[in-house]
Nanobody, 121 residues
């Protein structure tokens, strides 16, 4: 299973970006997909995650500014980020948790390679 993220870049404060992450390979199901970020000198932190059923969880720092969504048929997760702030600058990583190859297989966790988001004027 591979995860490929796209949509990062440079944006001015107050701007918007939409990140996408597609999982490919032999996949029967994915329990949760999420976005994490890591700023220089800081630990990786959760931004948002979404389950197969559509339940979501957001970091307090992005509530009201970010929306996570998912296309289960395409094994793709999206993160719409609005009203971006300089403190949102980080490398954003997507992950797929609870990945099954078959209905009875063990579950696995996969991470994407990360995409840089820079918020600066």
């Amino acid at each position: 299973v591979q995860l490929q993220a796209s949509g990062g870049g440079l944006v001015q404060p107050g701007g918007s970006l939409r990140l996408s992450c597609a999982a490919s390979g032999t996949i029967f199901s994915i329990n949760a997909m999420g976005w994490y970020r890591q700023a220089p000198g800081k630990q990786r932190e959760l931004v948002a995650l979404i389950t197969t059923g559509g339940s979501t969880n957001y970091a307090d720092s992005v509530k009201g500014r970010c929306t996570i969504s998912r296309d289960n048929a395409k094994n793709t997760v999206y993160l719409q980020m609005n009203s971006l702030k300089p403190e949102d600058t980080a490398v954003y990583y997507c992950n797929a948790d609870g990945v099954k190859y078959t209905s009875s297989s063990l579950t696995y966790l996969y991470w994407g390679p990360g995409t840089q988001v820079t918020v600066s004027s």
